[in-house]
């Protein structure tokens, strides 16, 4: 069955340290997987698409289909990251998107 | 530029009440739509999505239904709310397979 797993709910680390935010996912097809990013106050909108392989406000992700992961990294954090992040993988077709629990990054001064 | 919009934003109602939530969509037409829902402590959950006018599909089975009168319209509905209801509702959209949907600012209902 088609799983999304985001392991962490909550991620807090200093202004600079490097962020990781880890996705593991469970899919018999080619996957196509997506970041998408909930600001306070804001609606959820797309971070990143691993088909694009684009750099976003300096987050990237790379799929690992050996691990099955697409975690979403960036080597300096920044207070304004601070949100919720969501991994998400496309099944069947068009975009009915499984996603996983969230983590809460939390990007300390 | 595309726009989506979803009202109302936050919605209280009591057990047994019904249900309508509408998503609108702008600068686009024939668009796939899509119904999320976000129940306290778990990830977003697809509820419905629509490929074009009158057609619905249902992801899972629910005390919900849903409907899209026109092209860029699409609304949710219950006929009686049940407490398990509740929770933080999105609207999306998309054209293309592979660009991944676009939210609106999603609802928070609270059936009491």
């Known amino acids: 069955a088609q799983r999304v797993t985001q392991p962490e709910k909550l991620l807090s680390v200093f202004k600079g340290a490097p962020v990781e935010l880890k996705c593991n996912y469970s899919?018999?097809?080619?996957?196509?997987l997506f970041w998408y990013v909930q600001y306070s106050r804001q609606r959820l909108q797309l971070l990143l698409r691993?088909?694009s392989r684009e750099s976003i406000k300096g987050f990237t992700a790379d799929l690992n289909k050996g691990e099955t992961s697409f975690h979403l990294k960036k080597p300096f954090a920044q207070e304004e990251d601070s949100a919720m992040y969501y991994c998400?993988?496309?099944?069947?077709?068009?975009?009915?998107?499984?996603f996983g629990q969230g983590t809460e990054l939390s990007v300390k001064p | 530029s595309q726009t989506i919009h979803q009202w109302p934003a936050t919605l209280v109602q009591p057990v047994g009440s019904p249900l309508s939530l509408e998503c609108t969509v702008e600068g686009t037409s024939n668009p796939n739509l899509y119904w999320y829902r976000q129940a306290a402590g778990r990830g977003l959950q697809l509820l419905f999505y629509?490929?074009?006018?009158?057609?619905i599909s249902s992801e899972v089975p629910q005390n919900l239904s849903a409907s899209r009168p026109q092209d860029r319209q699409f609304i949710l509905s219950s006929k009686k709310l049940l407490l398990s209801d509740s929770g933080f509702y999105l609207c999306?959209?998309?054209?293309?397979?592979?660009?991944?949907?676009?939210f609106g600012s999603g609802t928070q209902l609270s059936v009491l």
């Open positions: 998400a993988l496309v099944y069947n077709q068009g975009g009915k998107l499984i």
């Open positions: 629509s490929v074009g006018i009158g057609q």
């Open positions: 691993h088909i």
């Open positions: 899919y018999s097809g080619s996957p196509e």
């Open positions: 999306a959209w998309e054209i293309t397979e592979t660009q991944g949907p676009f």
